[in-house]
């Protein structure tokens, strides 16, 4: 079973948090589909965190298909997070190495280029929310 | 139903007041943080909500019924007042018991199962506990008689860390237990956007600021552009706090619109950078900002 | 309620009755042996028998026998005091001195259910002790009483009959409101004190003597006329001789009973000198009425107080 933690420092809010923990646990083995996710109250219990954060991460995986909330039983996993095929990681790769050009020719040094990148997905992600 | 709804509360003792313009509607199964500086009307509030004190002016209802007047009143709302008073010379049990004993709803299993599961003796007098037992004690004796509402008063404050988690691991699990609304204050915002969902903030005896915190963070932005640049095509409501630099400005505001301006550039303001922020608004008398009332009057 | 009240007041309860105990043993022992010194030294019988005044041999030897226990009888108007100090005073003011009315009056029930029904429980063991004590003192005190005739005086009169009782609710009830209105068991106590002895002092001093007008009595004091009003508050006693005021025993030097006089010389000297006795007084047979005119007052008293502290309670506190 996943076991959650918040981390202060991500500058991540909590839901998002938990939604990236279980992302994570699919991709690397760690929760297969029919496991079932923490109770609410097993991780509000744990974490001291609103019950409404958990209830928000549970329903926004379930938009994205990765798991699906069975009443009276529990949440469950239902989706392994498949990796891209290997054409997209290719393709994107190229893409990212041209955006790199071009942030360095306009003078972003290496820590710039990486606290962009952090930024952008932090605004990205709660937009996504909003 | 709300589980607490308030208009034009005050409360005035000779001269001062401590609290006043309380206009306030809580929905039910939030968690409320109540926050802002010592002597900001924290305490005056949730004992005017539990009954303790009587209004100056203006109304209060608790689940829709006067505080502290009936006993379905009484039964149906609990609290937990700062540092957790009880009486030293009564062991552990015989504290529960005073709630079996005054209240028309009780649980016993639950408040014993709940104590031995915290390790808490029935038979220690409550004078020889730790500040976090007692702050445990103070919580079951509150929810024993399985109330709709609790409010806490700084129930927090004076425990160490890993007191301070328990205690609020406890309060937590039992809200989602029995689907509590929590009225919970503190002079402390760090534990804020982790276990509230709604947000009471004030200063010098006024709301200031009050709503979902969800609503809350997405009403307002942080802006940052050029020095001396017009804010006209930004999108600003209400600017709360400015600060310059020769060639900076950055403006946390209430947004009315998106920032059409590209030179300025948005991001999202951090629950605790905004409860500083109106924290530390100059001191001018005004209606306070409920931003779910202003959504509505937009809609 | 009922358990609370006896789980935070028992060692207050148990206190009261073991001081009950005590002074009902040491009332009850001495109390007996003063009955039976009272009948066998033949006082009791004396007394039945003839006037006050030719009873006086034995009741000075009876009096002079139990002088250190009559000593101690002013001490005992401290108790109704002590039930006020240490339980009226705390009972509101223990728990607004510790903030614990917080935890206790948002239970389930109302601060004022919580109020009544303690000064129920309260009122009713005090009831319960100060009648036992006020029967047992004024059984102790009944010999004495009759032998010195002392029994409307003030400072005995306080001490029997009903007002011990009428004392005691006073006290508590001043106890109650000043931890009420001043929130600390310590201040508290100290106002009732003042305010007890005042109040005491203030009633018994000035107050008492005008229930009622007294009597005023002018009379002839011929040989075989109880001067004595035993058992009356006396005002005042006055002689005169033609007029003129004199000391009282100079009825005894001018006509003096010696033995060869007779009830008729002396009779026939007194009216000679004009001697007239004018008295002030409260009769005995007023004794019961003034008992309780000022049962009645103190009771009074308490209820006003009692009356203030439910208002206090209800719209002042917090």
């Given at each position: 079973m996943i076991e959650f933690y918040l981390d202060r420092s991500s500058g991540l809010s909590p839901y998002l948090q938990l939604m990236q923990q279980v992302r994570q646990a699919l991709r690397v083995g760690l929760a297969e589909p029919g496991e079932q996710l923490p109770t609410v109250r097993e991780v509000v219990a744990k974490l001291a965190i609103n019950p409404n954060t958990v209830l928000k991460a549970y329903r926004g995986l379930e938009y994205e298909g990765l798991v699906e909330a069975r009443p009276g039983l529990g949440t469950f996993v239902v989706d392994s997070l498949v990796a891209p095929p290997p054409g997209t990681h290719a393709r994107l790769r190229r893409g990212l190495r041209r955006w790199l050009d071009e942030a360095q020719a306009a003078g972003l040094d290496d820590a710039s280029i990486v606290g962009f990148v952090s930024s952008t997905l932090r605004d990205a992600a709660e937009e996504r929310v909003a | 139903m709300n589980a607490l709804a308030a208009h034009g509360l005050?409360?005035?003792?000779?001269?001062?007041?401590?609290?006043?313009?309380?206009?306030?509607?809580?929905?039910?199964?939030?968690?409320?943080?109540?926050?802002?500086?010592?002597?900001?009307g924290k305490t005056t509030l949730l004992q005017l909500a539990v009954g303790l004190l009587a209004p100056s002016t203006g109304t209060i209802e608790v689940l829709g019924l006067a505080p502290g007047k009936s006993r379905e009143a009484l039964a149906r709302v609990g609290f937990v007042a700062q540092d957790a008073p009880l009486y030293p010379d009564f062991t552990v049990g015989e504290t529960l018991t005073i709630g079996r004993r005054l209240n028309e709803r009780w649980n016993q299993d639950w408040a014993?199962?709940?104590?031995?599961?915290?390790?808490?003796?029935?038979?220690?007098?409550?004078?020889?506990?730790?500040?976090?037992?007692?702050?445990?004690?103070?919580?079951?004796?509150?929810?024993?008689?399985?109330?709709?509402?609790?409010?806490?008063?700084?129930?927090?404050?004076?425990?160490?860390?890993?007191?301070?988690?328990?205690?609020?691991?406890?309060?937590?699990?039992?809200?989602?237990?029995?689907?509590?609304?929590?009225?919970?204050?503190?002079?402390?915002?760090?534990?804020?956007?982790?276990?509230?969902?709604?947000?009471?903030?004030?200063?010098?005896?006024?709301?200031?600021?009050?709503?979902?915190?969800?609503?809350?963070?997405?009403?307002?932005?942080?802006l940052v552009g050029p020095r001396g640049r017009s804010t006209a095509g930004a999108g600003i409501a209400r600017t709360i706090r400015e600060s310059h630099t020769d060639k900076q400005s950055t403006l946390l505001v209430e947004t009315a619109g998106p920032v059409g301006d590209p030179a300025w550039e948005s991001h999202v303001v951090d629950l605790e950078e905004l409860v500083l922020a109106y924290l530390g608004e100059p001191n001018e008398p005004r209606r306070p900002v409920d931003v779910l009332h202003r959504v509505e009057a937009r809609a | 309620m009922s358990w609370l009240i006896y789980r935070q007041h028992r060692q207050q309860a148990l206190s009261g009755a073991a001081t009950l105990a005590l002074l009902a043993l040491f009332l009850g022992l001495t109390g007996m042996h003063m009955s039976a010194v009272f009948h066998n030294s033949g006082l009791a019988h004396c007394l039945g028998a003839h006037q006050h005044g030719d009873c006086s041999d034995i009741e000075s030897s009876f009096e002079s026998r139990f002088s250190t226990l009559r000593q101690l009888v002013p001490f005992l108007m401290v108790l109704p005091l002590l039930l006020g100090l240490f339980w009226g005073a705390p009972?509101?003011?223990?728990?607004?001195?510790?903030?614990?009315?917080?935890?206790?009056?948002?239970?389930?029930?109302?601060?004022?259910?919580?109020?009544?029904?303690?000064?129920?429980?309260?009122?009713?063991?005090?009831?319960?002790?100060?009648?036992?004590?006020?029967?047992?003192?004024?059984?102790?005190?009944?010999?004495?009483?009759?032998?010195?005739?002392?029994r409307f005086q003030p400072g005995i009169f306080d001490q029997q009959g009903a007002l011990p009782i009428a004392y005691a609710l006073f006290a508590l009830a001043l106890g109650i409101a000043a931890g009420t209105i001043v929130r600390k068991t310590m201040s508290a106590m100290a106002a009732t004190l003042v305010g007890f002895v005042t109040l005491r002092l203030l009633i018994a001093g000035v107050v008492r003597r005008h229930y009622l007008a007294p009597v005023s009595k002018t009379y002839v004091p011929l040989p075989g006329i109880d001067t004595s009003h035993a058992g009356a508050w006396v005002f005042s006693q006055q002689t005169t001789e033609a007029g003129h005021t004199v000391a009282p025993f100079t009825i005894g030097s001018v006509c003096p009973a010696t033995k060869t006089s007779t009830t008729a010389t002396l009779d026939r000297c007194v009216r000679a000198h004009s001697f007239l006795e004018h008295d002030v007084f409260q009769p005995a047979g007023r004794y019961w009425l003034f008992q309780g005119i000022e049962s009645?007052?103190?009771?009074?008293?308490?209820?006003?107080?009692?009356?203030?502290?439910?208002?206090?309670?209800?719209?002042?506190?917090a």
């Open positions: - | 005050g409360k005035r003792y000779g001269e001062h007041w401590a609290l006043r313009n309380c206009s306030l509607e809580v929905p039910a199964g939030r968690v409320v943080g109540l926050v802002g500086p010592n002597g900001a014993e199962r709940r104590l031995a599961g915290l390790s808490i003796p029935l038979e220690k007098p409550v004078g020889q506990l730790s500040g976090g037992q007692r702050a445990q004690v103070a919580l079951v004796l509150a929810l024993g008689k399985q109330p709709e509402l609790v409010l806490l008063d700084e129930p927090v404050a004076r425990l160490d860390p890993l007191a301070r988690r328990e205690f609020l691991q406890s309060l937590l699990d039992a809200a989602v237990e029995h689907g509590l609304t929590v009225v919970l204050s503190s002079h402390l915002i760090s534990d804020l956007e982790r276990t509230c969902d709604f947000l009471i903030l004030l200063r010098d005896a006024e709301v200031r600021l009050s709503g979902a915190i969800d609503d809350l963070v997405e009403r307002h932005r942080l | 009972l509101v003011a223990r728990e607004l001195e510790h903030d614990t009315q917080q935890m206790i009056w948002t239970q389930g029930v109302t601060r004022l259910r919580w109020f009544s029904t303690k000064l129920a429980a309260l009122v009713a063991v005090t009831l319960a002790l100060t009648a036992t004590y006020a029967v047992l003192i004024s059984w102790w005190l009944g010999p004495l009483d009759r032998s010195t005739g002392d009645a007052v103190y009771v009074g008293l308490a209820l006003a107080l009692l009356a203030v502290t439910v208002w206090w309670i209800k719209k002042r506190i």
